[in-house]
């Protein structure tokens, strides 16, 4: 199985779950999330995979996301406004991110990548 991992190489969580990656032996297509941000359409499609609400696709604890004051802007946000918010800039995107045939995954929780990727 090979998966699309998007990550921010600087990020803590994001080294985690590659070395976590690289010791279960899953192949994955590396990207970078700022630099090849995802589009509105990569997001919208991600989205409905995943059986998430949208707002876990939010980092949240971003300081874009603090600065813009999003929190409070979003609730008032259709989806398309949102999905195309999140395709500004890569930073607002909650990571890393999973991207397989049938799932994807939000942020590295090890169980649930367990169960997904083993």
Same mark, same amino acid.
């Given at each position: 199985?090979?998966?699309?991992?998007?990550?921010?190489?600087?990020?803590?969580?994001?080294k985690r779950?590659?070395?976590?990656?690289?010791?279960?032996g899953?192949?994955y297509?590396?990207?970078?999330?700022?630099?090849?941000?995802?589009?509105?359409?990569?997001?919208?499609?991600?989205?409905e &995979?995943?059986? *998430?609400?949208?707002?876990?696709? $939010?980092?949240?604890? =971003?300081?874009?996301?603090?600065?813009?004051?999003? %929190?409070?802007?979003?609730?008032n946000m259709?989806?398309?406004?949102?999905?195309?918010?999140l395709?500004?800039?890569?930073?607002?995107? &909650?990571?890393? *991110?999973?991207?397989?045939?049938? $799932?994807?995954?939000? =942020?590295?929780?090890?169980?649930?990548?367990?169960e %997904?990727?083993?």
């Amino acid at each position: 199985m090979s998966v699309l991992f998007l990550e921010y190489p600087k990020c803590s969580t994001c080294k985690r779950a590659k070395k976590w990656l690289d010791e279960q032996g899953v192949s994955y297509e590396d990207r970078h999330i700022v630099e090849a941000n995802p589009t509105a359409e990569e997001l919208k499609e991600w989205h409905e &995979k995943s059986g *998430l609400p949208l707002k876990r696709f $939010f980092n949240t604890s =971003g300081m874009i996301y603090r600065q813009e004051g999003l %929190k409070d802007k979003i609730p008032n946000m259709t989806e398309a406004e949102q999905y195309d918010l999140l395709a500004t800039n890569g930073m607002l995107v &909650k990571r890393p *991110l999973i991207i397989g045939d049938d $799932f994807v995954l939000v =942020g590295f929780k090890e169980a649930e990548w367990n169960e %997904k990727l083993s």
